[in-house]
């Protein structure tokens, strides 16, 4: 949906409760009272929820990503269509200025979009063939910064470990058309900070975000030998940086893509809030051939029940 499709569809503060409150009554909404999910009515005079059976009142903020939040509803909605709308991210400060509200505002409300995209894209595992790889991020540690000199390479305080996945597939050699296909066709990705690169916290990592019958491609980092406990094959090769593209090829182009958005649009990011803006990168990446509208996909995603 563009901007003008957007702007007919929803173009004042009523319109978009109305197709809130829908939102919310097509998903379900749980009662605190009954501890369950109940039939509830919509009241628009008082913008409020009633259920059913015990005849509770909530807002209609209430249990979703806008709960106790100020911004109403219009904006809400024009924020999380910036954010799912275009390929690249936004800066909080861009967003302020176009949504003519204060960046500590808007600023917040991003993180919250960017926790629920992580959460959702934590329901679902990576299968087939996975290339896997580590990145280091470009990220700030204020406290460490203030407490310790400055230090350079791997040790860096301004380095972040990201461990990355990719679902990646052989092409066969008559489906290629072009001198520029990578020999390998992509699927779903994702992107991990972590605390270090140890075998521990790779297995721990990787079981949670791919399948145990999942074959991995991977170089021959030592953190990487023990995860054939958690899945069912795993490749290493000792790969020279040249070669690096022909063996890894969607892993480093996804890393690449991803620290040119750290970098290009938000300039400085802080290790604290790095998961956050991969989670954004990542959500757009997984849904860039679906047939949906991001933007419904992201309030769905918004009042679904885990934010309860």
Same mark, same amino acid.
């Given at each position: 949906m563009n901007l003008l499709k957007f702007i007919r569809k929803f173009p004042s503060e009523k319109i978009c409760l109305?197709?809130?409150?829908?939102?919310?009554?097509?998903?379900?909404?749980? $009662?605190?009272?009954?501890?369950?999910?109940?039939?509830?009515?919509?009241?628009?005079?008082?913008?409020?929820?009633?259920?059913?059976? $015990?005849?509770?009142?909530?807002?209609?903020?209430?249990?979703?990503?806008?709960?106790?939040?100020?911004?109403?509803?219009?904006?809400?909605?024009?924020?999380?269509?910036?954010?799912?709308?275009?390929?690249?991210?936004?800066?909080?400060?861009?967003?302020?200025?176009?949504?003519?509200?204060?960046?500590?505002?808007?600023?917040?409300?991003?993180?919250?979009?960017?926790?629920?995209?992580?959460?959702?894209?934590?329901?679902?595992?990576?299968?087939?063939?996975?290339?896997?790889?580590?990145?280091?991020?470009?990220?700030?540690?204020?406290?460490?910064?203030?407490?310790?000199?400055?230090?350079?390479?791997?040790?860096?305080?301004?380095?972040?470990?990201?461990?990355?996945?990719?679902?990646?597939?052989?092409?066969?050699?008559?489906?290629?058309?072009?001198?520029?296909?990578?020999?390998?066709?992509m699927g779903f990705v994702k992107m991990v900070v972590m605390e270090d690169l140890s075998a521990p916290e790779i297995n721990y990592e990787a079981e949670q975000a791919l399948k145990p019958s999942v074959s991995v491609i991977a170089d021959d980092w030592k953190g990487y030998r023990g995860l054939d406990q958690v899945i069912a094959k795993v490749k290493q090769t000792v790969t020279p940086p040249e070669k690096a593209m022909e063996h890894l090829p969607w892993v480093h182009t996804v890393i690449s893509n991803a620290k040119k958005m750290t970098l290009g649009v938000h300039h400085s990011v802080s290790k604290q809030y790095l998961q956050n803006y991969l989670n954004e990168f990542v959500w757009k990446i997984n849904r860039r051939n679906f047939a949906s509208d991001p933007f419904e996909r992201a309030v769905c995603m918004a009042v679904d029940s885990y934010w309860n």
């Open positions: 109305e197709s809130f409150a829908k939102y919310r009554l097509e998903r379900g909404i749980s $009662c605190k009272k009954c501890e369950s999910k109940t039939e509830h009515w919509w009241n628009l005079s008082d913008k409020k929820f009633q259920c059913k059976v $015990c005849k509770s009142k909530k807002s209609y903020k209430s249990g979703t990503l806008m709960q106790n939040s100020k911004i109403g509803i219009q904006v809400w909605f024009m924020l999380i269509h910036l954010m799912t709308s275009i390929k690249k991210s936004m800066s909080a400060l861009e967003v302020s200025r176009q949504l003519d509200t204060r960046y500590d505002t808007i600023w917040y409300a991003m993180h919250k979009i960017r926790c629920a995209m992580g959460k959702r894209d934590a329901q679902y595992k990576l299968d087939g063939t996975v290339e896997l790889d580590d990145a280091f991020f470009v990220a700030v540690d204020l406290e460490r910064d203030k407490d310790e000199p400055l230090k350079r390479g791997r040790g860096s305080q301004r380095t972040a470990k990201v461990m990355v996945m990719v679902e990646s597939e052989k092409v066969a050699k008559k489906d290629i058309k072009s001198k520029h296909n990578k020999g390998r066709k």
